[in-house]
């Protein structure tokens, strides 16, 4: 075998080892809980949950289904949901600390009467249904967020969109 064969194969073999390690790190960090892959820089913390919660996430023994209802629902990679990425980074976090506790992507458009069970109105985009073997419990995207205005108090989203 001469010189440059030698190191020819050396380099396709080197590099061959290097891809290895590069997929099996990235199959690594896909396969992290969301606690570890999901850093909140945001100066007020706005992605981070209160340790109460954290404390008491684990503690829930019933099974929990939240069905998060998405128009156009989610490819394998969940990007479908990028405008709300709030809502889907705690849903993560909340799957990840609750075994008990699992979320499932519905699109109303595919599946239209799937809601129909919780609710006798169509619901919103980004609806959230929580249910238990027990209750469910139908929290519209709105209900979820308001904006404080000094003198007003607390102003609905909806309202002030």
Sequence with gaps: MSRTSKAGTYTVVMTAIILAILILANVFVLSAPSKYTKLDMTSLQLYTLSEVTESALP????????????????????????????????????????????????????NPTFYSKYSETELGNYT????????????????????YVEGYGNIPYQEYA
């Design 59 to 110: 503690e829930i023994k019933e099974d929990i289904k939240i069905y998060f209802l998405c128009h156009g629902g989610t490819d394998n990679s969940g990007n479908a949901m990028e405008n709300i990425p709030h809502l889907t980074t705690f849903l993560s976090k909340y799957e990840d600390l609750c075994p008990t506790l699992s979320v499932e992507i519905i699109d109303p458009v595919a």
């Design 128 to 147: 959230l249904i929580v249910e238990s073997a027990k209750r469910f419990k139908v929290i519209d995207f709105y209900d979820m967020y308001f904006y």
